[in-house]
């Protein structure tokens, strides 16, 4: 396939992005990628990360969240144009594209879907494709009448989150306790 060149939780992310504009599951398919790496990780995951959940954030209202978010994604993209373009990024367009939209959420202005520049059309081609394999449209604007794509963190199932952040509390006390 022509995007063998990429990671496959990469070419994932942008399917997601593009297709069903699930900003919630792109951070959770490349954050597991990204946790997958060895250290030092590249920092141009990260970027990408917080662009989806800014935009997740956009969507939903939240503003400031989106704002923060999104500040730190240039910041990140900016000092790593190199990494961008090699995931077939155009990171100049790129990171012009994230400053409006950051000047579009200071202005309060409402949520409209975003799509990367993406420079390589191999891999714009191959998204295209596994898109409308699963009943997508790549491009297609975001639904803002469902509720899964708007709350999804709300709604998914937390239990085992909570109970690793319980067990990693509990490991904690233990040192503490031995020290």
Known sequence: MPDSQYPEPYVQFLCHFHGDRDYFECHEILEEFWKSQPQPREAVWVGL???AVALYHHRRGNLAGAGKLLERAIQIISDRREQAAKLGLDSAALIALLEQRLA???????YTSLNLPIADPALKAACERRCAARGMRFGEPSRLDDPLLLHKHTLRDRSGVIRERQESLQRKRRKRGGE
Do not use: C, D, L
């Open 49 to 51: 990360i917080q662009i």
């Open 104 to 110: 579009q959420i200071r202005a309060h202005t409402a």
